[in-house]
């Protein structure tokens, strides 16, 4: 503590014998000793308080002094408080305060800043000089006609003309540092992950201006579409939704999986097919049909004839490879002549929507040679290898069973046409030109001859007729008596002599039609009377 001079004993005795005065006149009495005692004048700023020393000074207390000027200077209180600033950030002697680097009474052009910019470290403020602005001069932030500490700490209000960005940064506009350090504008420190939109893939090596054109950061879209349109080789036919289906390690690289993404898992040939050959339009927009008649309705041979579950018979990789098993999959098994026959031929319709039938009749109509007049079950003689290959008719269970040569004779023999019902069972339509008795024995052939030949014959016309042949009448051909049509049997040839020998009879009729009664058949000449 240093010893009081004899001034100073002589002020402060002034001082309290002031007290004991009262305090108007203290003050009078204050103002008078201060100014003859002040060291000297103070500078221009301090000029208009140089007339009372309160404003600057407290009896007593050397501590509260420095508080006086912090209540006038409130930037620096403020950043004493703060311990920020240069104020704030100096270890100030906390006795002697402000008077450690400032002091007054020194005349009115006294420099009480005592600021050397050549000596002076930046590092005991909030702004040390890095790098680049190491080199800069003072009066490039500093304006010389403003305090030092109005120089700002901020990049933008230095370098907003340097700024190539323009308006196009939005809220970091003035956050230079967010990006850019004092080593060089063109090192970019920028951590774009820290925003909405994280860089992954090739995004990571792309320039900014690859996305912000212009040097335009606000407003940019983060959706693919708007910077790839012109990459995109759908031609916007698979919607704006780049991602769902691409990453941004390669275009080629798909994250999109059809087989597990979608309910049509894609297989054989459809795995190879580009996206735009099923999806004409926009596949998040437009539902896309996953039938297969949707897409290859141009490549249905059956014309729609065997509907559109085309799944249903073939595989995706191709048509010709057929899987559906019509002997497995129908209750109707394709044998002989139905393997080659094409699907059309059976069915004209969709079979998924109109039964077709497994009658023979329904699809061989117009094959029936028979025109009907057999039925409708053609399976009862026919079968699949064709309609002549092994025909199982059984002729014997019909009313004409085959016999004899009849068992070998075609059928075209006895039935001129295809249409057997109602062939007559007469033998004489068949064998007219075979009868040599010219219809004199009438047409039912059956009644002597049989069908092993016309000479094995077997009528008897002892036992078969009421005229018993003995006599010159076994030497006679049937012609002799059998003379005109046999209309009928029985039949009303009359049995007497006279129709026969009329021309023989020497009586001229005398003795009537029945020459039996004295004429025996063994000759005119052997006569025996009967009663």
């Known amino acids: 503590m240093k010893p009081r001079t004899p001034v100073r004993k002589f002020l402060e005795l002034a001082l309290s014998v002031s007290l004991l005065l009262g305090v108007s006149q203290t003050a009078v009495m204050a103002d008078t000793i201060e100014t003859l005692i002040m060291p000297g004048k103070v500078i221009k700023g301090h000029a208009k308080y140089e007339d009372d020393c309160n404003n600057c000074h407290r009896l007593f207390s050397k501590e509260d002094q420095s508080q006086l000027c912090l209540d006038c200077h409130k930037d620096i209180a403020k950043d004493v408080k703060a311990k920020k600033g240069f104020h704030g950030l100096m270890k100030i002697d906390t006795k002697t305060g402000c008077k450690t680097c400032h002091t007054e009474h020194k005349g009115r052009d006294e420099d009480i800043v005592k600021l050397d910019p050549q000596t002076f470290n930046h590092e005991l403020t909030d702004f040390p000089l890095r790098h680049r602005h190491q080199t800069v001069v003072c009066s490039k932030c500093h304006d010389p006609k403003k305090k030092f500490a109005a120089a700002p700490s901020d990049c933008f209000s230095c370098h907003e003309k340097a700024s190539p960005h323009g308006d196009g940064l939005g809220k970091l506009a003035k956050k230079c540092d967010s990006c850019h350090n004092e080593k060089i504008w063109t090192a970019i420190s920028f951590d774009h992950d ?271 007729s009421i005229f018993k042949i003995d006599g010159e009448h076994k030497k006679l051909h049937c012609n002799a008596c059998h003379r005109e049509e046999l209309k009928k049997i029985p039949h009303n040839t009359t049995r007497d002599c006279i129709a026969c020998h009329r021309s023989d009879d020497i009586h001229n009729g005398q003795f009537g039609a029945r020459c039996d009664r004295c004429h025996t058949t063994k000759s005119f000449k052997d006569i025996k009377l009967k009663n």
């Open 194 to 464: 820290k925003t909405k939109y994280k860089l992954t893939g090739k995004h990571i090596k792309t320039q900014c201006a690859g996305c912000h054109s212009h040097d335009r950061y606000t407003k940019t879209p983060t959706d693919c579409f708007s910077c790839h349109r012109i990459n995109d080789s759908h031609g916007g036919r698979n919607g704006k939704e780049c991602n769902k289906c691409h990453t941004t390690a390669s275009w080629k690289k798909l994250s999109f999986d059809h087989n597990e993404d979608t309910d049509f898992p894609l297989t054989g040939r459809h795995e190879g097919l580009a996206c735009v050959s099923c999806h004409k339009k926009d596949p998040y927009k437009f539902e896309i049909e996953s039938t297969c008649i949707s897409c290859h309705k141009l490549d249905d041979v059956h014309k729609g004839s065997n509907g559109t579950k085309c799944e249903a018979c073939h595989g995706t990789k191709t048509w010709k490879t057929v899987k559906f098993d019509h002997d497995k999959d129908t209750k109707f098994k394709l044998k002989g002549k139905h393997k080659k026959a094409a699907c059309t031929t059976c069915h004209k319709k969709d079979p998924y929507k109109e039964k077709t039938s497994m009658e023979c009749y329904s699809c061989h109509k117009n094959d029936d040679a028979h025109r009907g007049q057999q039925g409708k079950l053609c399976q009862n003689c026919h079968n699949e290898a064709g309609w002549r290959e092994k025909v199982r008719f059984d002729h014997d269970l019909t009313a004409f069973p085959l016999i004899g040569l009849h068992a070998t004779a075609a059928c075209e023999a006895c039935h001129l046409t295809t249409s057997y019902k109602g062939t007559t069972l007469e033998c004489n339509a068949c064998h007219a030109k075979d009868d040599t008795h010219k219809k004199r024995l009438g047409i039912n052939c059956e009644l002597c001859h049989n069908p092993n030949g016309w000479k094995v014959w077997r009528f008897d016309h002892d036992k078969q």
